[in-house]
Structure formats: structure tokens, C-alpha cells
């Protein structure tokens, strides 16, 4: 059975602060991986979408990476801002689960000023 | 204004009661996928529908119903069997082609009394 897992759960920083957030998953052959943004109560929102022939991605102050072989990807943020404070979720489409993505369980990420 | 709407935002349900919430999309998309969110479960598929008046289960459909009669709309029924519904359910859409990302709505958040 695909997994995700993503540590660690809950992480605080100061504003400025670049941070790495992780994903690591059991199972290599995927079609993509997404990373999204979720706000308390509020639906998700794509930040960036890795296809399995891609290494990384860049949008903004995100980079994320895919490294299919050890099974990981980070979620890099660059000069932390408080508006930055949610929960990120990493995302797998793998290629014997159908259409449907499987989810980690999130990092909450908290950004003081 | 593209985009995916669920409704109502809040749902108040008596033990015993069916309620429906509305999944609609104006994006085109062929597939549409209902998501139950627990805290610290992360998210999980209930069902997903790849075409019109098609649709599969997903890893925790018990207790769940679903339709497509139409391609912008995929409601989904809490039926009184499912015996935990509190929850916060979202909904997704996608072209349904390999690598394509999901979209996904605001959300809906029910509670049993």
C-alpha cells in the first residue's frame, strides 16, 4: 500500500528564517507530486505540481524537489513571512491508485514576526 | 470566475438524517473526487468519478452515496449508516489526464448533534 509521511508535523520559525519542509513516500512509480497550501477551515490550494520526469519546481519564494529514487521531496520556503502560516500538504498520484491522490498528513507551519 | 463551489459551507445533521452536500464545477473537468478531512488523519478518498454516470469507491466509501448525472456536478449523500460523519469534507475536479492537477473547493464542514 502507497504511503506518505510527512515530517515533522507542526514547525515554528521566526519571520525571515528559509525553512525545508519534507515528504517521503514508499512507492516510486507515480505520474506527479503536488505540494499544497491549506489555511485553517479552508479548502486546498495547488503551489506546485512535480511530474515524475521532473526534478523540481520553482514558483516565487517555493522550490520543491522530487528525488524518485530515495522517495523524497522538500518543500523549500525562502525568507519566511507570517502570511506563510498553514498547513502544507504533500501529494502523490501514484500509478496504481487510479486518478485519486494519496495524502501526507501535513505540516502546520507557524511564522512569528 | 472558474472555479469549484461547494455548498453549504456549515451542515448540522441529527443522528438518523441523510444530508446531501453540492459539488459543482464550471471548469470542464471529465473527474471529480470527495475527500473526508479528520484532524490528524489527513485527507481520504471516499469516491471519485472519472465520467458522466460513472463512478468508483474510494477507501472509505461505507456509508456514502454518490451521482453524476451531469458533468459540472457530483453531489455526495451522508447516509445514517455512515456512523462517524462529523467531519470536513472537500471536493476536487481534474481533466482526468495523466499529470493533470487537482482543483479543489472550499469545503464543507459537518457536524453531528
Known amino acids: 500500500k502507497q504511503e506518505v509521511t510527512q515530517i515533522p508535523a507542526a514547525l515554528s520559525v521566526p519571520e525571515g528564517e528559509n525553512l525545508v519542509l519534507n515528504c517521503s513516500f514508499t512507492d516510486s512509480a507515480i505520474y506527479n507530486l503536488q505540494w499544497f497550501r491549506q489555511d485553517p477551515g479552508k479548502g486546498l490550494t495547488s503551489l506546485l505540481l512535480i511530474q515524475s520526469s521532473q526534478r523540481e519546481q520553482t514558483s516565487g519564494r517555493l522550490n520543491a524537489s522530487l528525488d524518485k529514487s530515495s522517495g523524497r521531496s522538500t518543500l523549500y520556503i525562502a525568507a519566511s513571512q507570517p502570511g506563510d502560516s498553514a498547513t502544507y500538504l504533500c501529494a502523490l498520484l501514484f500509478l496504481q491508485a487510479g486518478t485519486a491522490l494519496i495524502f501526507g498528513k501535513g505540516t502546520t507551519l507557524s511564522v512569528s514576526s | 470566475d472558474g472555479g469549484i463551489t461547494q455548498s453549504p459551507k456549515y451542515l448540522f445533521r441529527k443522528e438518523g438524517q441523510n444530508v446531501t452536500l453540492s459539488c459543482e464545477q464550471n471548469l470542464n473537468h471529465d473527474a471529480m473526487y470527495w475527500y473526508r478531512q479528520d484532524p490528524g488523519q489527513g485527507l481520504r478518498l471516499i469516491y471519485y468519478?472519472?465520467?458522466?454516470?460513472?463512478?468508483q469507491k474510494g477507501d472509505i466509501a461505507e456509508g456514502y452515496s454518490v451521482s453524476r448525472e451531469k458533468k459540472e456536478s457530483f453531489p455526495l449523500t451522508v447516509t445514517s449508516a455512515q456512523k462517524n460523519p462529523t467531519a470536513f469534507y472537500l471536493c476536487?475536479?481534474?481533466?482526468?489526464?495523466?499529470?493533470?492537477?487537482?482543483?479543489f473547493g472550499p469545503g464543507t464542514r459537518l457536524t453531528v448533534l
Open positions: 468519478s472519472q465520467i458522466v454516470n460513472d463512478f
Open positions: 476536487a475536479s481534474s481533466m482526468d489526464r495523466e499529470g493533470d492537477t487537482q482543483y
